[in-house]
């Protein structure tokens, strides 16, 4: 069965600095890979997404994500993070036909000043 | 443009008793589903429609039944309320074409189940 692992609950880190989140993925064919976000009291927004082609996907907000099918990683980077960036940031990997989406457990990021 | 709509946005409920979601959205979208989120355990799948017509059950169906309305419309009931169902619901859209698979959601919806 598919499933998405966020190794961390939550990071902090300080505005200004660079971000990375983790993410890892089983499945069984080439996958179609996203990055959400949700601010609080909010419904997820998409960040980027991967299909296929170039493994390093540019989104919003200034988020990049690079996809490596050796590792099973999809990682979520942002060179320098603002404080506006606090929010929890969900994987998710669609499931072939692209009627199922199946999220990760979510990383909080915390931005201190 | 509204995208997707949820009412309501929060409800608390005594143990057994049931209640409606209601979800609309205005994209024109084919597939839409309810997700649960609950603390730790990102979101899963309650039911989805892929198209209208027609409903499937997701993770955890267990408790919930569905209705699509119309294309634009899909409520998720819950006939016997019980704590453990206490949680946000999410419900979202999509083409659900080969190309996207992108979800588009509404706001939430908080329910409380004592």
Redesign the interface.
């Known amino acids: 069965a598919q499933s ?1 692992t966020q190794p961390d ?1 939550h990071i902090t880190v300080s505005e200004g600095a660079s971000l990375e989140l983790r993410c890892n993925y089983s499945y069984g064919a080439t996958p ?1 890979l ?1 990055w ?1 976000v949700q601010s609080p ?6 960040l980027l ?1 991967y ?1 296929s082609g170039d493994t390093l996907v540019q989104g919003i907000k200034g988020f990049e994500a690079e996809f490596k099918r050796s590792q099973s990683s999809f990682n979520l980077r942002k060179p320098s993070v603002h404080w506006s960036d606090a929010a929890e940031y ?1 994987c998710a990997v ?1 499931h072939t ?10 990383t909080r990021l915390f931005v201190k000043a | 443009n509204a995208g ?1 709509t949820q009412t309501p946005k929060f409800q608390v409920l005594k143990t057994g008793q049931s209640m409606t979601l209601q979800c609309a959205q205005d994209m024109n979208h084919n ?1 839409m ?1 309810w ?1 649960r989120q609950d603390p ?6 309650i039911y ?1 429609s ?1 198209s209208e017509g027609t409903t ?1 059950k ?1 993770e955890v169906p267990n408790g919930y039944n569905v209705s699509r309305l119309n294309k634009r419309e899909f409520s998720l009931r819950l006939e016997s309320a019980a704590p453990s169902q206490t949680s946000v619901y ?1 419900c ?1 859209s ?1 083409e ?8 588009f ?4 919806s908080r329910l409380t189940v004592l």
């Open positions: 998405v609950i179609y996203f959400y009291g909010q419904g997820l927004q998409l997404k299909f969900f669609v036909g692209g009627f199922k989406t199946i999220f990760g457990a979510g | 997707v597939s589903y997700y730790g355990m990102g979101l899963r799948l989805y892929a499937d997701g999410f979202a999509s659900a074409s080969m190309n996207t698979g992108e979800l959601f509404g706001e939430g």
